[in-house]
């Protein structure tokens, strides 16, 4: 389903937003707010955070760099560089058949993991923020995507959810949990 028109802002606000599959922007932020479930006496040891995505270049842009930032609860992660906007060579495998085949086709799944040791992004260590820096005890959690106009490489980024890209699953974050207290 479509949502809006092509490039417009405003339907970033569009009550069917939260239906969107893929999403891109050349520069900004988006945010996720997700409740907090952890129950007062249990204790998390570590958070994974995984999605698909990739940098938004116009067209299709096999060498598109865009650094990425991950925050959580404003706390910055870290940054990754996305090398390109993906889908000359190949549509997406679960991209719909009516997506233009000159747009965002797939991304890359990134895995973020913080943890008592710091903060990782597919098992690099990118951050000294650990479990501890994140305000787990606040009643939502917030997770912003951006991409800073002042940053090196300011290649916007496309997020794709279960129904677009190369792998078929929304934005996860998953709690694990040590020992009760």
């Not at 000159?102 to 903060?119: E, F, H, P």
């Not at 992004?121 to 650990?130: A, G, L, P, Q, Y």
């Amino acid at each position: 389903m479509k949502i809006g028109v092509w490039d417009d802002p405003r339907y970033f606000l569009d009550p069917e937003r939260v239906n969107a599959a893929i999403l891109w922007f050349g520069r900004g932020y988006v945010e996720y707010k997700t409740p907090n479930y952890l129950l007062p006496h249990q204790t998390p040891e570590a958070i994974e955070i995984s999605m698909e995505i990739a940098s938004e270049a116009p067209g299709l842009r096999d060498h598109w760099p865009s650094d990425i930032q991950f925050i959580f609860n404003g706390q910055t992660l870290g940054t990754w560089t996305s090398p390109a906007d993906f889908g000359r060579a190949a549509r997406g495998i679960y991209t719909p058949k009516w997506w233009h085949r000159n747009v965002n086709q797939y991304g890359l799944l990134k895995s973020i993991r913080i943890d008592n040791a710091g903060t990782y992004i597919n098992e690099e260590r990118v951050s000294d923020v650990t479990i501890a820096d994140l305000q787990l005890r606040e009643q939502f959690w917030t997770l912003r995507f951006a991409v800073n106009e002042k940053a090196v490489n300011v290649g916007g980024l496309t997020l794709y959810v279960a129904g677009f890209g190369n792998h078929d699953q929304d934005i996860l974050i998953r709690v694990y949990l040590g020992t009760m207290t």
